[in-house]
T-cell receptor, first 118, second 114 residues
Framework: SAVISQKPSRDICQRGTSLTIQCQVD?????MFWYRQQPGQSLTLIAT?????????ESGFVIDKFPISRPNLTFSTLTVSNMSPEDSSIYLC????FGTGDGANVLTFGAGSRLTVL | AQSVTQLGSHVSVSEGALVLLRCNYS??????LFWYVQYPNQGLQLLLK??????LVKGINGFEAEFKKSETSFHLTKPSAHMSDAAEYFC????????????FGTGTRLTVIP
């Protein structure tokens, strides 16, 4: 399966600032997904990023708050803008699984980026 | 609409004891069901999945799960816990193929006591 690298792994940010998270995949993939994992809660899909088109956002998430770039088939960024303490979460990048045994609806995840907003 | 309920946010078992992590789902159509595991400081990885073939699904590391339609359950079990099983486990459901249609439970943290 794919190997996903995320940067930064963790960061402490000040209220009102923005932070960009990078996601690098070792193989070309059509769709990349960004999830948020809030403390004590389940993973929630933020948006789906396709190369060459605008990201598709889920209900409750907007482009102004979470702008996403997808410049090529192996890379994506998620920016968390104008952060507040409520944005303190783990942000996870993922791709659909492929390779031996994986089906089209299985996800491979990066290790996540843990953001703390003060 | 589909949803997942994981009973018990924390489960503790002794090393060598049975592991049972509970998951109940809601779906208006036959679901795809998944268990993922997240070890400390790592991303989630797939343990096993159910896609309407066999109702008893075997996964990695000795885990298995049984799909019970009448109980809308997909509980995860392992006969004998190992210290390395300590992690957070997530159940997920999808009502159709497509990774952007996956709904996760809130997770169960498994602690293994030596």
């Amino acid at each position: 399966s794919a190997v996903i690298s995320q940067k930064p792994s963790r960061d402490i940010c000040q209220r009102g600032t923005s932070l960009t998270i990078q996601c690098q995949v070792d193989s070309q993939v059509t769709m990349m997904f960004w999830y948020r994992q809030q403390p004590g809660q389940s993973l929630t899909l933020i948006a789906t990023a396709n190369q060459g088109s605008e990201a598709t956002y889920e209900s409750g998430f907007v482009i102004d708050k979470f702008p996403i770039s997808r410049p090529n088939l192996t890379f994506s960024t998620l920016t968390v803008s104008n952060m507040s303490p409520e944005d303190s979460s783990i942000y996870l990048c993922s791709v659909e699984g492929f390779g031996t045994g994986d089906g089209a609806n299985v996800l491979t995840f990066g290790a996540g980026s843990r953001l703390t907003v003060l | 609409a589909q949803s997942v309920t994981q009973l018990g946010s924390h489960v503790s078992v002794s090393e060598g004891a049975l592991v049972l992590l509970r998951c109940n789902y809601s779906s208006s159509v036959p679901p795809y069901l998944f268990w993922y595991v997240q070890y400390p400081n790592q991303g989630l990885q797939l343990l096993l999945k159910y896609t309407s073939a066999a109702t008893l699904v075997k996964g990695i590391n000795g885990f298995e799960a049984e799909f019970k339609k009448s109980e809308t359950s997909f509980h995860l079990t392992k006969p004998s816990a190992h210290m390395s099983d300590a992690a957070e486990y997530f159940c997920a459901v999808s009502d159709r193929a497509g990774a952007n249609n996956l709904f996760f439970g809130t997770g169960t943290r498994l602690t293994v006591i030596p």
